[in-house]
């Protein structure tokens, strides 16, 4: 099958690898009919990520149909299309017993501080991802959602992480009536955040970025202020102006370990590796937001540690809380939303792409060029399968 | 403030409405599970490093790209340390560089191209060898 295979920092190709086949019973193959690039398989694709191997097949967020079960599957059956969370759970551990199914303590071996993840890195598990023709996919009895009918698949596609994600990402912060939300980053993520934080009753958003057609963008989309932070001089300053003095109610992290906007955080975060990764939006957030707000975290950083404002955190009596999505539990109420028009994350969708153009998608992606917001890939001959609800292809 | 014309706005104003809320929710509004922990383990084909950390095995794991090579013996000795200890990561990323110098020499081992250009530095480099060796 042809799979998107990592050979390198700013290097993947779409290559000719073996089909994935039943390992445990509880396994599913899928047949991958769309799946995305998401902002956190940039820190994979620039070699950020420890125990990123060569020959790794990325893609956490995909949708697809069901062609093989292992023995033991019950609740699903071939033909069924599917939307998989990004997340591998078991169900009955610890924490899937309290709903923390991004934290599941049964899917990796190689760490205990993140669960297991498709096509993120041994760190997370060691499992090929989906940005492929066929995808194994385990606990397939609770893992993967069928799709309802009246869902579009891009939309589906895109309840896979992007919309859990930024929904947890508002829901983290806690957002009371008429709250002043800062959303750091108008990538996908921030983009739903800043929508989700509407859903809760925000009185004001205000995503914060440096790309001129994101912010643009995010104006559109979310309905949101914009702040371009190269025409500021100090962030907590210009936040607290923006914010009779006081600072946001809840400032949200949707940028994570590659943020520009400081030199000393890129050299040292970045290029150094003396962290892991820049701490920049950790510094704006803690720093902008008001005593006693809350600052939530989705942006994803590295396994190490960082050089963060901590004791301004604890002088200010902040509330900080972060994770990853657990997917799962969120999309009875997401699909609910879709479903009513109170969201529309297709809109998102700026390039739909042949997986064997793959490569030139990264780096269109990576490079924030031709407007890139999100990209869809569509594996060969998944475009046919998926022609009821398919938009055309579109190449960068 | 109108926000009319937000779509949805407030619609999960209510926090009983939101599907995180509680944090920790007891039981989990999960069907369909009908096993017991520990899921029934995976039998492993390939070598899995495993964790410090995890006290066991865990039972279902991913089999992509076992360790290999150079990179795969550091690797090893990066899983003699645990998640707290900082060499246990920088081994890592210094093996994810040493994979990538593998990767290439395989690439090239396979590459026709790749084979055929060196087939011609290496006759180039012994042709001359042996000119600069004739009186």
Redesign the interface.
Known sequence: MLATTY???YRVSARHVPDPVI????DAIVRVLRSCICGSDLHLYH?LV????????FGHEFVGEVVDVGS?V??LKVGDRVLVPFN?F????YF?????YSNC?????????VG?IYGYS??T????GGQAEYVRV??A??GPTVIPPDIHIEDAVLLTDVVPTGY?AA??G?IR??DTVVVFGAGPIGLLAAR?A????A?RVIVVDHVDYRLDFARRFA?CETVDFRSVGDMAIHIKKMTDGLGADVCIDAVGCEASGSVMQRVTGVTM?LQAGAATVLHWAINSVRKGGNVSIVGVY???FNAVPIGNAINKGLTLRMNQA?V???L???IE?IQ?????PREIITHRVPLEEVSDAYEMFSGKKDQCIKTVLIPPGADVAASTTAAPITTP | MNHEHIPGWGADLDRSQRPAVPMERRPPRLEGVHWSDPPPAQQSSVEILKSTEHLKMPPVFGTSVPPRGVSGWIRRRAFRHSENDLRHWLMLLFADRVDVVEGVLSDGRRSRGARSAAAIVGATLVAAWLLRRSP
């Open positions: 050979r390198r920092p390992e445990h019973p509880f070699g420890p125990d990123t191997r060569v020959g790794s097949i033991g019950r609740n591998i078991c169900g009955t551990c899937c017993q309290r709903e923390l303590h049964n899917v990796n071996p190689e760490a205990t501080a297991g041994h760190t598990g060691g499992y090929d385990p606990f009895d609770i947890q829901e983290m806690d009536e008429n989700s509407w859903l809760m009753g009185g309905h590796k590295g396994p190490t657990s799962k539990r969120h009875p109420r997401l939303h009513a028009g109170r969201l529309n």
